[in-house]
């Protein structure tokens, strides 16, 4: 390829709306054009990339067996009703209609139409398992589309369904697919985690999250240095301490804290660490008649140590919880407790409200929680002599840094991470919800066993440029570089010998199919070298006329800060040992 029979258009400065580095490096590099909020064109050096990623893809997709299809990105109503999507999804579904007023959504996923393929076309569990993936253009309608390719609205997914007979298949499936993943992200060389997540209402522990290391990753990623144990935030266990309740040593006192309502206002008054305080937090739960109409409101009061957050995934699957919480209005809680939020505390709680200590609370003494009156606070609390043991002890906190491991080797440590993976099984929900069913072995109707698992195409050179840049710019990985060697010739107008030695290098080089650009431009080097450092080609090879001369051209790797050397007659040999070979746009 020849730079001025490509299109090249960097910018020096980013737009004023680009907030993360991927951002404002995609758009000053040329990679993508933004054409309206969280919608963008891929112009033809971030279409490169886009290619490379979905090839890595295709190939390790096939490997495993998976079979290629496209469904459409317009798709009818009637099958997202059926699930009870079409009403549940929210605003981020696009709904629309054609001229004849018929339902139809703009895909955000395919769940629906490819459950519909499976009832249609597999009628005998002799045609299975069948994992079908496409590569598709999705649309979520964000309300705030933000970070560029990070968080838009429209983008490219690869997302795949498997049909099995049983649940034994459907478990082989998905680890089939974990391992074909795994296979993946080596491949785009770079840094991740597969990290244990939420398998959400469907239940079960088949869930898994492939996360990219980006310090600004908006997900927490909680791993055990010295194991192989990693989960999401949500599913992170936080174990309950070791060491057995302490004895009382504190007497129980109603003490004043007049205008502090906070855990960390409270521990400062008192001159106490946060640790030893307890905060309140109330959430009501519903009950409704065939109508939708509450006929009864549950309170709960949860308790959680003052420095720890509330993990609403894990409150989530509480006993009652199951069918969804609210915090509760501050009507309700002064009903309920006799003060306004901030005084809070389970010490003479209505016998109607339902109390959920956290497992550190369950073992903490002389704690101090509010009195359930403005201004005022109790210190010295205790369990059993101050008030009942707490009727439910759960796990319902974040874990934070520095706590157990939940597989005994070791203490947690958080870093951030991107998503952008994710296998799930997922039974029998759509299957049932669409009564899609195939023959079994005794000619009896049975619902599939289904998974799905999802890469973000799109996302994914986003997260590669937020882990892999500099103040030059950005740093591709050779396997999703848009070139993977430029050559960078100086007075390429001027001098024969210079012209004459790139293109011979430049043809050779594609010979051996090395994905290689020539700037053949024009440029003064600094220009022409600024231009490539911004995009971010790993490999570069200057050609000068002083160094035609000496017998050596110039070749440095886009991390490395000077060049070396290299005789002209073993350039290329030099280059395999970079591995530059091999590598086929």
């Given amino acids: 390829m020849k730079a001025s029979q490509f299109f090249i258009s960097t910018y020096k400065e980013a737009p004023a709306d680009a907030e993360v580095v991927s951002h404002k490096l995609m758009m000053r590099a040329g990679l993508i054009r933004r054409v309206s909020a969280g919608i963008y064109t891929y112009m033809p050096m971030g279409l490169r990339v886009l290619h490379k990623v979905e090839a890595i893809i295709r190939e390790e997709m096939n490997r495993a067996g998976a079979i290629e299809l496209t469904m459409p990105m317009i798709q009818p109503a009637e099958f997202w009703q059926e699930t009870g999507r079409f009403a549940g999804m929210g605003p981020e579904l696009l709904r629309l209609q054609d001229r004849h007023g018929r339902d139809f959504v703009v895909q955000p996923t395919s769940e629906e139409v490819v459950t519909d393929i499976a009832r249609s076309e597999l009628r005998s569990y002799k045609q299975l398992p069948v994992n079908f993936y496409q590569i598709q253009t999705k649309f979520r309608d964000e309300r705030r589309p933000r970070f560029g390719l990070m968080r838009g609205r429209e983008f490219i997914m690869k997302d795949a369904y498997s049909f099995d007979k049983d649940v034994a298949g459907a478990q082989a499936s998905y680890q089939t697919m974990r391992q074909a993943y795994r296979a993946i992200f080596d491949r785009f060389g770079l840094r991740y985690r597969a990290v244990a997540a939420d398998s959400g209402a469907i239940g079960g522990d088949l869930s898994e999250e492939f996360q990219v290391i980006a310090a600004t990753g908006e997900d927490a990623i909680i791993y055990c240095p010295d194991s192989d144990y990693a989960a999401n935030i949500e599913k992170a266990e936080a174990l309950a301490p070791r060491a057995p309740r302490p004895a009382p040593t504190q007497p129980l006192v109603k003490t004043p804290t007049p205008g502090k309502s906070t855990c960390e206002d409270v521990a400062q008054l008192l001159q106490v660490p946060l640790t030893s305080t307890v905060k309140s937090i109330v959430l009501a739960t519903e009950e409704l008649d065939a109508q939708g109409v509450v006929v009864a409101t549950q309170l709960w009061l949860l308790l959680l140590r003052g420095d720890h957050a509330m993990n609403e995934v894990k409150v989530g699957k509480l006993p009652g919880m199951e069918n969804g919480f609210r915090f509760a209005s501050e009507g309700e809680i002064v009903a309920a407790f006799g003060s306004k939020p901030g ?3 389970p010490i003479g709680v209505r016998a109607d409200v339902k109390v959920v200590a956290d497992r550190e609370v369950a073992v903490m003494a002389d704690f ?22 707490p009727a439910l002890v759960a796990d319902i906190r974040n874990v934070v840094a520095g706590d157990l491991s ?38 009896k109707p049975t619902w599939f066993e289904m998974g799905c698992y999802g890469i973000g195409v799109t996302r994914l050179p986003a997260a590669a440029i937020e882990q892999n840049h500099d103040e030059r710019g950005i740093i591709w990985p050779d396997a999703i570089a848009p070139f993977t060697l430029v050559i960078c010739p100086i007075g390429l107008d001027r001098s024969d010998a210079v012209r004459a030695k790139a293109m011979q290098l430049h043809d050779e080089l594609a010979a051996k199919g090395v994905d290689v650009i020539l700037d053949d431009r024009g440029e003064r080097p600094g220009a022409m070298f600024a231009d490539w450092e911004l995009i971010g080609v790993p490999h570069r090879v200057v050609i000068s006329e002083r160094g035609l001369k000496e017998g050596q051209v110039e070749y440095q790797h886009r991390r490395q800060t000077e060049p070396t050397k290299v005789a002209v007659d073993q350039l290329v040999s030099y280059l395999a040992e970079q591995n530059v070979y091999g590598l086929v746009p």
């Fill in 343 to 345: 005084y809070l505390g």
């Fill in 406 to 443: 939940p597989d005994g080797k070791g203490v947690l440590a958080i870093e951030r991470g991107i998503e952008l993976g994710h296998v799930f099984y997922l039974g029998t929900k759509y299957s049932k919800a669409m009564n899609a069913t195939f023959l079994d072995e005794n000619g």
């Fill in 368 to 389: 101090i929680c509010g009195a359930n009156a403005e201004d005022f606070h109790y210190t010295g609390v205790n369990w059993g002599r101050d008030l009942p043991e």
